[in-house]
């Protein structure tokens, strides 16, 4: 409040937009990640795709729908604090993730909205997966005895034995 032209604690639109412009000039070489934003003619999607708040949005742009700033486009710093902080808590969760779209277990894992560990556990022939560790093949024989097909269903023959307690050898 006490520094020149805050007095007010009331920022114009055209102050804003000089000094977004020195801002944006002066910092050249840095740009945002692309986001995902929705297509509508609304405040939301459009200050989404602007990459600014939907209150600052709005002192642009004040008769798009969904904006409800006054009649002089002006909005306090209170205000317009208030209401990033209340969109960032409010819209988290709906916010849509930027997944790549190859048959890979990095793109596909984040489209099911899962870790690439949870993902290869269930999908483990995926390109990027780790390959299964292969069990080493059993060689029993093919008798139809307890030691052959206790061997053959993979269970020692006491387990085979007690569920099949008439084959010859239990």
């Known amino acids: 409040p006490n520094t020149v ?11 804003e ?14 740009r945002p990640r692309p986001r ?5 003619m609304t405040a939301d999607c459009l200050s989404c795709s602007a990459g600014v708040s939907k209150a600052r949005y709005c002192r642009w742009r004040p008769s798009t729908v969904g904006c409800s700033s006054g009649p002089s486009g002006v909005i306090s710093v ?21 997944c790549c779209r190859a048959f890979t277990a990095a793109c596909m894992s ?7 560990a949870q993902y290869c556990a269930a999908n483990p022939h995926v390109v990027g997966c780790p390959e299964p560790t ?13 030691t052959c097909m206790s061997c053959q269903a993979g269970q020692t023959e006491a387990q085979y034995c007690a569920a099949n307690p008439h084959v010859v050898g239990c």
Do not use: H, N
């Open 17 to 30: 937009a000089k000094e977004e412009s020195r801002e944006a000039s002066e910092q050249w070489w840095w």
């Open 134 to 146: 292969p069990t080493p093949p059993r060689a029993c024989c093919r008798a139809f005895t307890a």
């Open 36 to 40: 995902a934003c929705c297509r509508a």
């Open 78 to 98: 209170a205000d317009e604090a208030k209401e990033e902080s209340r969109e960032a808590s409010e819209q988290w969760w709906w916010r849509p993730k930027a």
């Open 110 to 116: 984040c489209q099911a909205g899962l870790t690439e």
């Open 5 to 15: 032209g805050c007095s007010s604690g009331v920022i114009s639109v055209a102050d």
